[in-house]
């Protein structure tokens, strides 16, 4: 997804979901690598998983819930911005963030907002996807 789309997708989104949680986790850093665990009995297919490689690392972790929890998406805000202001408001049912110089982004839910003004501060910042 061009990350356009991404900021696109996160303002009109009704809810957050786990693959919009990829699609940031990719665009910071995050890689995904798909692994066979096993061989399944029945088919004799391997059975994969997918892991995720943390950024900056080569450990594992669980990409956090951004898009569905306003902690995990006020630090993915707070990583993104380091030193500026971030900011969130709800006013006629709609959220507005701002991170840094991301210029305000609405969505329906203050995750997705937040989410929208990190990734827009991020490519600003010449960093990502």
């Not at 009704?14 to 088919?43: H, M, P, Q």
């Not at 297919?45 to 006020?74: E, N, Q």
């Not at 630090?75 to 006629?92: N, Q, W």
Request: charged share 20%; with cysteine.
């Amino acid at each position: 997804m061009a990350i356009v789309d991404l900021i696109r997708v996160l303002e009109s989104a009704d809810a957050g979901s786990r693959k919009l949680d990829a699609d940031i986790a990719l665009f910071i850093g995050w890689r995904r690598k798909v692994e066979s665990i096993k061989i399944n009995a029945k088919t004799g297919l391997p059975v994969k998983r997918t892991v995720w490689i943390v950024p900056s690392s080569d450990g594992t972790g669980k990409v956090p819930p951004f898009t569905t929890s306003l902690d995990a998406a006020y630090e993915l805000a707070k990583d993104v911005a380091r030193d500026t202001d971030i900011g969130l408001s709800f006013a006629d049912g709609t959220y507005t963030a701002v991170v840094g110089d991301s210029g305000y982004l609405h969505a329906g839910a203050p995750a997705l907002a937040l989410c929208a003004a990190a990734v827009a501060a991020k490519i600003l910042r010449g960093g990502g996807g």
